[in-house]
């Protein structure tokens, strides 16, 4: 499953957004948001989503679990 920026907690800090292996966060009127269909989870990158490890605010990064788990390529 992709992950969401919960918008209300986001602070604006920015420190996510270069550590996106796939450019799937943007900024948008402060807040920063993920685009679900490029998030991987950072699977095949990183350890753990880079987003939820650098963000200084608990809980903001969360697993959407309105969209599918990702699958690996083949």
């Given amino acids: 499953?992709?992950?969401k920026i919960i918008a209300s907690q986001c602070t604006g800090c920015s420190a996510c957004e270069p550590l996106c292996?796939?450019?799937a966060i943007s900024e948008k009127a402060g807040t920063f948001m993920i685009d679900p269909k490029k998030c991987t989870e950072c699977v095949g990158y990183f350890d753990e989503?880079?987003?939820v490890a650098v963000c200084p605010v608990?809980?903001?990064?969360v697993v959407d679990t309105s969209w599918p788990r990702r699958q690996a390529s083949a």
């Fill in 1 to 3: 499953m992709p992950f």
């Fill in 58 to 61: 608990d809980d903001t990064c």
């Fill in 49 to 51: 989503p880079q987003c």
């Fill in 21 to 23: 292996p796939n450019v």
